[in-house]
């Protein structure tokens, strides 16, 4: 049973070891095709939300944090006794966001995702059923739908 949908948020890992609060989650939460998401994921897509540094803690199990930069210079951490990915950082990260994974959230939130993103290099067995709106690439790419 998910708990209610009042701050703090709460999330963690699959084993339950790392374990984090959100006080507010940011307005940009987003479904991201690029293929690095799918296989960092093991999914068709990933979902991410985001919240400022300040309203973003680790309650439990930190140092269990592993990270994993990629070719491209973004930065994933997970689990390194179960897996779960996390957080997602980009090459250009201030360090003023937390971008995590929405599936993490043991919390109901009374947000939803607003975008797609990347789905130029999506799976090509992956549809898209909603009306949200779709990139090329980021945000700031050509919008497709």
């Known amino acids: 049973m998910s708990e209610p949908t009042t701050p703090p948020y709460r999330g963690s890992c699959l084993c339950g070891e ?8 940011g307005p ?32 439990a199990g930190e140092h269990l944090l592993q990270s994993y930069k990629a070719h491209n210079g ?3 951490r997970f689990c390194r006794q179960c897996g779960s990915s996390l957080t997602f950082a980009s090459s250009n990260d ?13 919390s109901d939130i009374p947000c939803r995702p607003d975008v ?26 050509q919008r497709i739908k």
Request: net charge negative; charged share 25%; glycine share 10%.
């Open 18 to 25: 790392i374990r984090y609060e959100v006080d507010q989650i």
């Open 74 to 76: 973004t930065v994933r």
């Open 94 to 106: 201030s360090g003023k966001v937390v971008e995590f994974a929405l599936g993490t959230l043991d």
């Open 28 to 59: 940009k939460m987003g479904h991201c095709h690029c293929s690095m998401c799918r296989k960092f994921h093991g999914a068709g897509f990933t979902t991410y939300g985001e919240a400022d540094a300040e309203h973003f803690r680790w309650v």
């Open 116 to 141: 797609h993103i990347f789905v130029g290099s999506k799976a090509n067995w992956s549809r898209i059923d909603d009306d949200l709106p779709q990139y090329e690439g980021d945000r700031q790419s």
